[in-house]
């Protein structure tokens, strides 16, 4: 494969060349297994996805399926920031909701060499991924415009609990001024980088580290 590389790489030095085949990072292959003819919008980092999942071992057996196992609910996760295995954050980008995939992905990109529960280590496992619904995360540039009241770009104190109020309100919990003021406290001790006291969707938004 190194062999195959175009023009520019020849005029490197094997050394190097061995060098950048060493650093080639495992891969998730993905084969989309069905694909729905209407496609409002893709999966992208940040999303929340709603999932279900049958996992298998190399040899075939399942070892987890969301439909049979659990409460067999199908379950809600933010794409793209590590909250789920690195295959799944990679392999589940660019889908369509009622999208269908199959996931292989490599140890490195999965459980490591320690595994986990009944993963045992180095394990390459499959997936089943069924994509029931796509919402926008919490930190989505969506969320970010429908914060910022005032559309200059940047959320103060009073817009982001402005949003925490209707966030309580829509999920039916009884309004707690001092509960939401500590939220704010706590959001923009965290967030707030350059302490002006303003989030700006830099700020505010999923930093775009490699996966
Ligand atoms: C398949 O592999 C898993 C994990 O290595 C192991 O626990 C299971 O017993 C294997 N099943 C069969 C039928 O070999
Ligand atoms: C509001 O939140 C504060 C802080 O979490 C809590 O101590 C208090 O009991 C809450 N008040 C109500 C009315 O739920
Ligand atoms: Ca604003
Ligand atoms: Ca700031």
């Not at 062999?3 to 989309?32: D, F, K, M, Y």
């Not at 999966?43 to 399926?65: A, C, I, M, P």
Request: charged fraction near 30%; glycine fraction near 8%; proline fraction near 6%.
């Amino acid at each position: 494969m190194l062999l195959l590389l175009p023009g520019p790489w020849c005029l490197l030095s094997p050394l190097l060349l061995l060098l950048v085949g060493a650093a080639e990072e495992p891969e998730v292959s993905v084969t989309v297994k069905h694909r729905p003819f209407i496609c409002h919008r893709k999966s992208k980092r940040g999303d929340l996805l709603l999932v279900h999942q049958e996992g298998y071992f190399q040899n075939g057996t399942k070892f987890y399926s969301s439909r049979t196992d659990g409460d067999k609910d199908a379950v809600w996760f933010t794409l793209g920031i590590g909250q789920v295995i690195r295959g799944w954050d990679r392999g589940l980008l660019d889908m369509c909701a009622g999208e269908r995939r199959k996931l292989i992905i490599p140890p490195e990109l999965a459980y490591g060499k320690e595994g986990t529960g009944k993963i045992p280590p180095e394990s390459t496992l499959t997936f089943l991924i069924e994509l029931l619904d796509i919402k926008n995360g919490p930190r989505s540039h969506e969320s970010f415009q429908e914060m910022d009241l005032n559309d200059d770009w940047r959320l103060s104190r009073r817009e982001v609990k402005e949003y925490l109020k209707k966030e309580f309100e829509r999920h039916g919990q009884p309004p707690n001024d001092t509960l939401n003021d500590k939220m704010v406290e706590d959001i923009f001790t965290k967030e707030d980088q350059n302490k002006d006291g303003f989030l700006t969707s830099r700020e505010f938004t999923y930093k775009h580290d490699e996966l």
